[in-house]
């Protein structure tokens, strides 16, 4: 019996993994039409720019699948972003497993997960055949593949039978269907051999203490905002209340004076409190949306400011938080240092990625080691495997550009 219960999880197993295969063998589909039309208009010369937001697509589409394979085996690795630029991104072993991949995956990995759940619903209708083959008109014949004249219950029984066949399959070929619809996967796009992961580990270790420090810095922002500011204006509130209690027998008259003290002291604790809140996760963002929180930066900016936003739907809470944090700190750092007369903040999705640009007209010569906040930034970007270029000659323009990965 316990041997039975066993097999019964492996195949639940199996056709949960076979379903999530179809998924994503669905999303490869879509993503293969996609290079093949920008393949064909490249040709043609005029498809050369979507061929890097191409790229990206069939890297969001395999790391989905490396999330899929690591979540019901052992982890499949997968590299960092897509280098910059055609012939680097060509060049890269990962991008050309990847390639070879999505073809497989779209097309068997297809077949095998619709197989895979063809199977059960064809041993559940066979199974019930039984139960409600009245209702059909015998010249209809049956389910599935039974083609033949249904004539009363013994026909009935022996459809019944078939199902009994469907559910033996399904619980002998399930996981094998699962194995070989994950093989390509774990073939292609496990790190090329030879690869040295010891960079990638490096790489992830860094942006993960990267991560754990500025962790660390906003506690202890948070906790000075708190200390200095709170919790004094909330000792003065708590003094000027004795004080208050005190004057109330000897001038009631100076009390109310106090009281009122006590108050405005109240009431900018109040608003200090408030400040650290927003600093912590801006509540505006759960009200408005990236796209309103980024109006009300751009609106509230001390430099013209020009904003584009094209972002569909919704990104995940900490990835639209660390876009909110990363134009805020972008455009305070333009007030503050650059001279700018104008800037532009264009936030766009790309695929899987959300793209921010900042662009100022500023003196230029930023420079992280300056205490510009741009380390602040480096690190939140570099967090979410993100990447951040920032191109700053003296004498200006300054640009900076951030990609967070977004899939969702």
């Known amino acids: 019996m316990s041997w039975l219960r066993a097999r019964v999880r492996v ?10 295969g179809l998924g994503t063998s669905v999303l490869a589909l879509g993503v293969l039409l996609w290079v093949l039309v920008v393949a064909v208009a490249s040709l043609a010369g005029i498809g050369l720019p979507l061929a890097q937001p191409a790229l990206g697509g069939v890297r969001s589409v395999a790391d989905r699948e490396r999330g899929r394979l690591t979540r019901w085996g052992p982890p499949v690795l997968g590299p960092g972003p897509v280098p910059g630029g055609l012939r680097a991104a060509i060049r890269d072993p990962f991008v050309r497993r990847e390639l070879a991949w999505l073809p497989l995956h779209a097309i068997f990995g297809f077949l095998a997960g619709t197989l895979g759940l063809t199977l059960p619903l064809s041993a559940v209708q066979d199974l019930t055949f039984p139960l409600w083959y009245r209702f059909l008109a015998p010249e209809d014949g049956g389910p599935t593949i039974v083609f033949w004249r249904i004539d009363g219950l013994g026909d009935a029984l022996v459809v019944g039978l078939l199902g009994v066949g469907w559910l033996v399959l399904v619980v002998a070929g399930g996981p094998l269907l699962a194995r070989l619809q994950a093989l390509p996967g774990r073939r292609l796009l496990s790190p090329p051999p030879g690869t040295d992961l ?10 993960r203490a990267a991560a754990l420090d500025a962790h660390a810095v906003e506690l202890r922002r948070i906790e000075r905002s708190l200390h200095d500011g709170t919790q004094n204006r909330l000792v003065a509130v708590n003094v000027l209340l004795g004080a208050a209690r005190r004057a109330m027998q000897r001038d009631p008259a100076r009390a109310d004076e106090i009281l009122a003290k006590a108050q405005d002291a109240a009431e900018q604790a109040l608003g200090e409190l408030r400040t650290v809140v927003r600093g912590i996760l801006p509540p505006v963002l759960d009200d408005r949306g990236l796209t309103g929180a980024l109006d009300g930066l751009a609106a509230s900016c001390a430099v013209p400011c ?12 900490s990835v639209e938080a660390t876009a909110y944090f990363v134009v805020a700190e972008a455009l305070t750092n333009v007030v503050k240092h650059s001279g700018a007369r104008a800037v532009e903040v264009t936030v766009r999705r790309v695929g899987e990625r959300l793209v921010i640009v900042v662009d100022d007209d500023g003196h230029g010569g930023a420079d992280e080691g300056r205490g510009s906040g741009l380390t602040g930034i480096r690190r939140r970007v570099e967090a979410y495997d993100g990447r951040i270029e920032l191109t700053s000659p003296p004498g200006g323009p300054t640009r900076m550009r951030v990609e967070l990965p977004c899939g969702s």
């Open 198 to 207: 010891s960079l990638r580990v490096a790489e992830l270790t860094a942006t």
């Open 11 to 20: 195949s639940v197993d199996a056709l949960e993994h076979l379903v999530g």
């Open 306 to 317: 020009r904003l584009v936003v094209d972002v569909p739907g919704r990104c995940a809470a």
